[in-house]
């Protein structure tokens, strides 16, 4: 499952990023030395570090552990990994996949967060490949996609302006995709039935299903 979630940072926050790259907060050096042999040989982009990194990944990473939907749809653990990335023209980062674990804790999904306009820059687009075709996925600044680090994916190559997102990892309480996807299926489900004023006696017998389904698949 593949799930774009908007405004998961306001136009402050994005503003407040873009701002300390201009006054040298943030700085950017070549990305392959942050991938595994397979992916360094095609992966060419910018990774930021600097003394203000710490605070923006720090905020972005709690702007999207509190996000209701991502919480549904990821069931997080934790995040596992958060970086901030740049792409200029001529960068791209070529088909791979991502390391089923980090510091020895597991991958279930990655994320990409979007900080500039799509307008603004040519190319950029995440693609998940998958068998029965290719997904392009381009989303306004503040805008995320969730999606299983189970697929081979790339970035295309930039042509002109800058890509600019924060990306990371994220390890589930619920290891199997479509366990977590049942799991969110019946999230909405409730959601809507709770909005719809059905009888709580309804409810709580779903809440109920939906308890017991997470305390059997979770692994905590
Ligand atoms: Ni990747």
Same mark, same amino acid.
Request: net charge negative; proline share 11%; aromatic share 6%.
């Given at each position: 499952m593949l799930l774009n979630i908007a405004n998961v940072l306001d136009a402050a926050a994005i503003t407040a990023i873009h701002n300390e790259i201009k006054s040298g907060g943030i700085v950017f050096t070549d990305?392959? +030395?942050? +991938?595994g042999w397979q992916a360094k040989a095609v992966k060419k982009n910018e990774q930021a570090s600097g003394a203000a990194l710490d605070g923006i990944i720090q905020k972005a990473a709690a702007a999207i552990l509190a996000h209701p939907l991502f919480r549904a749809a +990821?069931?997080?653990?934790?995040?596992v990994k958060v970086m901030l990335s740049r792409y200029k023209p001529g960068m791209a980062y070529g088909t791979h996949v991502d390391n089923a674990l980090m510091g020895g804790i597991r991958t279930d999904l990655s994320f990409t967060l979007f900080?500039? &306009?799509?307008?603004?820059? &040519?190319g950029g687009a995440l693609v998940i490949e998958g068998n029965d075709g290719d997904n392009e996925i381009k989303l306004p600044a503040g805008s995320l996609v969730l999606y299983p680090t189970t697929t081979l994916h790339h970035v295309a190559e930039v042509t002109s302006g800058e890509r600019l997102a924060i990306v990371g990892w994220v390890r589930s309480y619920i290891r199997s995709h479509e366990d977590r996807e049942t799991l969110f299926d019946l999230e909405n489900a409730i959601s809507s039935l709770r909005l719809a004023n059905v009888d709580r006696a309804i409810l709580d017998r779903l809440l109920k299903v939906k308890a017991n389904l997470l305390r059997g698949w979770a692994e905590d």
């Open positions: 990305g392959s +030395a942050t +991938a +990821a069931n997080p653990k934790q995040l900080l500039k &306009e799509p307008d603004t820059y &040519e």
